[in-house]
């Protein structure tokens, strides 16, 4: 299935229209596959067990959720950015920043976002071109989530200390996802019957936390109900949240079958 682009518009990090080429390498970075999402490995936090771990990382602020699992290709212009970038590229791989989302403000200058999300995803960096004219397009992709504890404002771009959370499919998520996985099937063809879905079929996981997660990130909804789909718990608990929002959906394109078409994905689901 070809990579359906995220449409996160920040003035300074925005997605430009993509070409065929381009469209090719992003794929090629799709299919490559990011072993930590979803993995068990991601599953646990760092550390021994009943360890916190906290690390500083660079962040983000956007005006949109991003899940584990999605690739967020960014065109970087802001000066801000293009040091974050650069400052990035000097450290050892995996390298890569926290996208938050913004709850309070908006997304220009380094003072705008007055309130963000207690949790957010962390973006693995994959690829990086660098303009002649100091701009970037680089392709990252969200492998694992973390709780912001504190902001650090003392350089150009935002930092802060964050808490990763570990990625438990949660008591008896098997029933949840096949009950989600039916609602989810018919929620497609009422969107397809509105001129609001995908063409071709989605491929969906059966693993539950990764199922959990391409629900989210593609269903028609506010960025505060992404929200608190990103900061469930575990997989149980998101599938079921998700069974409640698809119910609901369902019943309101059931009685406005020609509602307007809205946007069917926040970014490309990685299901590797």
């Not at 990090?13 to 993995?39: M, Y």
């Not at 002649?132 to 973390?146: L, P, S």
Request: with cysteine; charged share 25%.
């Amino acid at each position: 299935m070809a990579p359906t682009l995220p449409l996160a518009h920040p003035p300074g990090a925005r997605v430009t229209p993509t070409s065929q080429c381009e469209k090719s390498r992003l794929t090629k970075i799709i299919n490559r596959g990011v072993e930590c999402c979803g993995s068990a490995s991601c599953r646990r936090a760092p550390g021994s067990a009943g360890e916190t771990v906290t690390e500083r990382i660079a962040l983000f602020p956007l005006g949109t959720v991003l899940f584990p699992g999605l690739v967020l290709p960014l065109h970087l212009f802001e000066e801000r950015y293009r040091r974050l970038v650069a400052d990035l590229m000097e450290t050892p791989e995996p390298r890569g920043f926290g996208v938050v989302n913004i709850e309070l403000g908006h997304e220009v200058g380094n003072d705008a976002a007055r309130r963000l999300s207690g949790v957010g995803c962390f973006a693995e960096l994959h690829d990086v071109t660098r303009h002649a004219d100091g701009r970037y397009d680089i392709v990252a992709v969200g492998t694992r989530r973390f709780r912001l504890k504190e902001q650090d404002r003392s350089r150009p771009y935002l930092r802060g200390e964050v808490e990763y959370l570990p990625e438990e499919p949660g008591p008896d998520p098997v029933p949840a996802a096949r009950h989600v996985r039916w609602l989810f099937g018919r929620y497609l063809e009422r969107l397809r019957t509105a001129g609001a879905g995908p063409a071709e079929e989605i491929d969906l996981p059966a693993d539950p936390v990764r199922l959990s997660y391409l629900i989210a990130s593609s269903l028609i909804t506010d960025g505060h109900e992404k929200q608190r789909l990103l900061e469930c718990e575990d997989a149980a608990l998101r599938l079921r949240a998700e069974r409640d929002l698809l119910r609901r959906e369902n019943r309101i394109l059931g009685a406005l079958p020609t509602l307007p078409a809205g946007q069917f994905l926040d970014g490309s689901f990685h299901p590797n």
